[in-house]
């Protein structure tokens, strides 16, 4: 299917890995000319160079974008942009009651905040401009509560609470705001809860990894592929319609019906 976006330039923050650099690189694959950022730079140079053999233009920010000197630096460079795709590291696991008020605000930070930073800098132009598309990565503890990433739990309610309202307001300017809900996919992140899995229960991290894919419907891990196909419809000329939803991808691993 043409996704109807070549041409167009993005913006993917945290994007030299995991589910960012799957979004990216699907990009590249539509034609998309792109900014792409994440605090390593050899990853990110890695990723920015797989994303040109498509074919298009990528401009490489390396910088913490959850630190407003960094956010700018990303900004400036990506001037105006058609489509934002929001991602960050996610917080930390641990327990309800140890967390202090510094441990909330850095996760609010990364995972509510930047997001909400970066789509108050780019929605102006785009609707503007009369077409965007945004989609923030955030995860299927929006939708079910994952009890030790209660970080995670919290920061990326208040965004998702955020993206609600402000979806349905600028979507009368051909812009649609929409959120990925990532299950479990094969990434480093995944690779390190599995790590300390494994610690706390005394098994291997393979093993830790299999008990995890054979409690999802799927049997296996997503893939950033997967994902990265996902997120580029959403950015595509098809997707107009789809306006303030939270879509799981996670292999049916959520048990809802609704
Ligand atoms: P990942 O494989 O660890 O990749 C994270 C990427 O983000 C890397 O490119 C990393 O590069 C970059 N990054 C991290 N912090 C950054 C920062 N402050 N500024 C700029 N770039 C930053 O993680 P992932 O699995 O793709 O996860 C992406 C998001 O999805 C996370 O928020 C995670 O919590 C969420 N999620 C993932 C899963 C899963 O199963 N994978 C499930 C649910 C939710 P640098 O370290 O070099 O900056």
Request: include cysteine.
């Amino acid at each position: 299917m043409d996704l109807g976006i070549r041409g167009r330039r993005a913006l993917v923050t945290a994007a030299s890995k995991g589910l960012g650099r799957g979004c990216a690189l699907a990009l590249a694959t539509a034609g998309v000319d792109l900014v792409l950022n994440a605090r390593g730079a050899a990853a990110l140079a890695a990723t920015a160079d797989e994303a040109r053999a498509q074919g298009v233009g990528v401009t490489a920010v390396a910088a913490d974008i959850t630190d407003p000197a960094g956010r700018a630096q990303v900004l400036a460079a990506a001037g105006e942009v058609d489509i934002l795709v929001t991602n960050a590291g996610g917080p930390p696991p641990g327990l309800w009651s140890d967390w202090s008020r510094d441990d909330f605000i850095r996760a609010l930070d990364a995972s509510m905040l930047t997001p909400i930073a970066l789509m108050q800098a780019c929605l102006p132009g785009m609707m503007a401009r009369g077409w965007g598309r945004v989609v923030n990565i955030t995860s299927q503890s929006v939708r079910a509560p994952i009890p030790q990433l209660g970080l995670s739990n919290a920061a990326r309610a208040g965004l998702t609470g955020f993206v609600a309202g402000t979806a349905r307001q600028v979507a009368q300017h051909g812009v649609t705001i929409n959120n990925l809900l990532p299950g479990i996919h094969a990434t480093d992140r995944a690779a390190a809860l599995d790590a300390s899995a494994a610690a706390a229960e005394g098994i291997s991290p393979a093993e830790a990894q299999a008990r995890r894919a054979a409690s999802i419907p799927a049997r296996r891990y997503g893939t950033a592929e997967e994902f990265g196909a996902a997120c580029a419809f959403l950015c595509s000329v098809h997707a107009g319609f789809i306006v303030g939803q939270n879509i799981l991808l996670d292999g049916g691993a959520t048990n809802l019906t609704l």
